[in-house]
């Protein structure tokens, strides 16, 4: 049973004003620096290291690093779940700060973009979103794996799953499947083998072209029809 000095813990950082505005910026679902989530809360950049050095702490956050990035999202469907109760309790108006962008700004690196390897951006997460709410995949915090029905699938897109375990003829030591935080969406896109193996399928059928100069990918009229066809996803 909960100590009644745990709870008046967790309801203590989640009654500060600035520790709320930063909980409440990160139920969308996305992961945000330390620098933005101190915009969203109004606060020096001091005083949200603080704050979310304690959530960490407490459980209520947990911290993802990208690079030499640092990102924080909620720790669990059960803090978010209670964030949403207490928004629904609270119902009154919303914040009038202006909505938080992050990401690049560039419209064609929002909507698709190679991530070493892999596809990133609206496209990439949306495959990701389509594959797990199909079965295909299932991700995890840390890993992921490919589903016999799932392997079903990738093959008949046309992607060889048996040879993305081998290399040179002996059993590659490349992770299978993983998710990798998106950078503009803040959510995961798919990423290790079966990741390279989708951008790597997308781009010799067609399904995308690369734009000269920079990582942002063009889904073309094929691409559109398959994707929309193949995963039910279609991006406007």
């Keep these: 049973m909960t100590s009644l000095s745990t709870f008046a813990e967790i309801a203590a950082l989640a009654g500060d004003p600035g520790r709320a505005a930063m909980l409440r910026a990160l139920m969308d679902g996305r992961a945000l620096t330390a620098s933005e989530l101190a915009y969203v809360a109004g606060v020096t950049a001091q005083t949200a290291s603080g704050h979310l050095a304690r959530m960490t702490t407490a459980g209520l956050l947990s911290v993802a690093k990208q690079g030499r990035h640092r990102y924080h999202r909620l720790a669990s469907s059960d803090v978010a779940q209670m964030i949403e109760s207490i928004m629904q309790v609270a119902s009154g108006p919303g914040s009038k700060r202006s909505p938080l962008a992050v990401g690049p700004k560039d419209a064609a690196l929002r909507l698709a973009r190679t991530c070493y390897d892999h596809l990133a951006g609206r496209l990439g997460v949306a495959l990701a979103d389509a594959v797990v709410g ?61 990741g390279a193996a989708l951008c790597a399928h997308s781009f ?26 193949q995963f039910g996803v279609q991006l406007g």
């Design 134 to 194: 199909s079965g295909h995949v299932e991700l995890a915090t840390d890993g992921g794996l490919v589903t016999d029905a799932g392997v079903d699938f990738f093959g008949s897109i046309g992607i060889d799953f048996s040879a993305l375990m081998t290399r040179d003829g002996k059993r590659s030591s490349r992770i299978l499947c993983r998710p990798c935080l998106d950078w503009s969406e803040r959510r995961p896109h798919i990423a290790g083998s079966i």
């Design 204 to 229: 010799a059928a067609g399904w995308i072209d690369r734009i000269n100069g920079t990582r942002a990918v063009m889904i073309t009229p094929k691409g559109q029809r398959v994707f929309l066809e």
